[in-house]
């Protein structure tokens, strides 16, 4: 189900519109201010944060700047809610890096249709977001995670023993919050996108004839040529010895 973190600091509208968004199949989470909101959308990494503009404590500007800074949230949809006839606000907030607007007060149909959009237009993005060794640039808003991560991997690629907390080391990342993010960002798990990404490097140097496939398993981090054999076959569906062969 997809994840919606609601940001609002009036308890009854909070609820009414958590309990609307739960009977339309969604997990909600709630917090009453900016604050809160801002540590949330760290710890859970929801799939759309829904939030009003004008709260105590840190307000919806505030928490969506600290969002849109922050590489492990970056990426995340923001619609803000806001009055009606405010449009200096809805400037501020688009040029901050607010997704969408919902004027108040709105029906919740509406709200419904654009959370949707937004998620639906998220999952398109990263439809097209590739992991693949120095062959292109990651085209996203989350160049700024995604690159460290490749570089690290990249960097690491014939170290067999390169490991989730390795990698969050290099990069000075939690492991969990890498594990969150990945996950996020991506659909892998971190462990399958490190697999994918050797795998992504291997065919690059078959097809460059740039070795025996002993010497490209050695190279890309896999200690067993049977492992590497068998692990190519099931992500690209043909053997390594087949695609050499046709080199």
Same mark, same amino acid.
């Given at each position: 189900?997809?994840?919606?973190?609601?940001?609002?600091?009036?308890?009854?509208?909070?609820?009414?519109?958590?309990?609307?968004?739960?009977?339309?199949?969604?997990?909600?989470?709630?917090?009453?201010?900016?604050?809160?909101?801002?540590?949330?959308?760290?710890?859970?990494?929801?799939?759309?944060?829904?939030?009003?503009?004008?709260?105590?404590?840190?307000?919806?500007?505030?928490?969506?700047?600290?969002?849109?800074?922050?590489?492990?949230?970056?990426?995340?949809?923001?619609?803000?809610?806001?009055?009606?006839?405010?449009?200096?606000?809805?400037?501020?907030?688009?040029?901050?890096?607010?997704?969408?607007?919902?004027?108040?007060?709105?029906? *919740?149909?509406? !709200?419904?249709?654009?959370?949707? #959009?937004?998620?639906?237009?998220?999952?398109?993005?990263?439809? $097209? +977001? =590739?992991?693949?060794?120095?062959?292109?640039?990651?085209?996203?808003?989350?160049?700024?995670?995604?690159?460290?991560?490749?570089?690290?991997?990249?960097?690491?690629?014939?170290?067999?023993?390169?490991?989730?907390?390795?990698?969050?080391?290099?990069?000075?990342?939690?492991?969990?919050?890498?594990?969150?993010?990945?996950?996020?960002?991506?659909?892998?798990?971190?462990?399958?996108?490190?697999?994918?990404?050797?795998?992504?490097?291997?065919?690059?140097?078959?097809?460059?004839?740039?070795?025996?496939?002993?010497?490209?398993?050695?190279?890309?981090? *896999?200690?067993? !040529?049977?492992?590497?054999?068998? #692990?190519?076959?099931?992500?690209?569906?043909?053997?390594?010895? $087949? +695609? =050499?062969?046709?080199?």
């Amino acid at each position: 189900m997809d994840r919606i973190l609601l940001v609002e600091d009036e308890a009854d509208i909070r609820e009414n519109l958590a309990e609307l968004f739960e009977n339309r199949s969604f997990t909600v989470f709630t917090a009453e201010n900016g604050s809160v909101g801002y540590e949330k959308a760290r710890e859970i990494i929801p799939d759309l944060i829904i939030s009003d503009v004008i709260m105590p404590v840190m307000d919806g500007f505030e928490m969506l700047d600290a969002i849109k800074k922050d590489a492990r949230t970056m990426h995340l949809p923001v619609i803000l809610l806001t009055a009606k006839g405010m449009l200096e606000s809805k400037v501020k907030g688009l040029e901050i890096g607010a997704d969408d607007y919902v004027t108040k007060p709105f029906e *919740f149909d509406e !709200l419904l249709a654009r959370a949707r #959009s937004a998620i639906n237009n998220r999952k398109r993005v990263l439809q $097209k +977001i =590739k992991i693949s060794p120095s062959e292109e640039d990651v085209e996203s808003k989350d160049d700024v995670f995604l690159r460290k991560v490749i570089q690290a991997v990249e960097k690491n690629i014939d170290n067999f023993n390169f490991s989730i907390d390795d990698l969050a080391k290099e990069i000075g990342y939690s492991r969990s919050s890498i594990q969150k993010k990945i996950k996020s960002l991506t659909g892998k798990t971190t462990s399958q996108l490190i697999r994918e990404f050797r795998l992504e490097k291997a065919r690059q140097l078959i097809q460059q004839d740039a070795g025996f496939l002993s010497e490209i398993a050695m190279a890309v981090g *896999f200690n067993s !040529l049977s492992y590497f054999s068998n #692990s190519y076959k099931e992500y690209f569906g043909v053997p390594p010895s $087949k +695609i =050499k062969s046709l080199g």
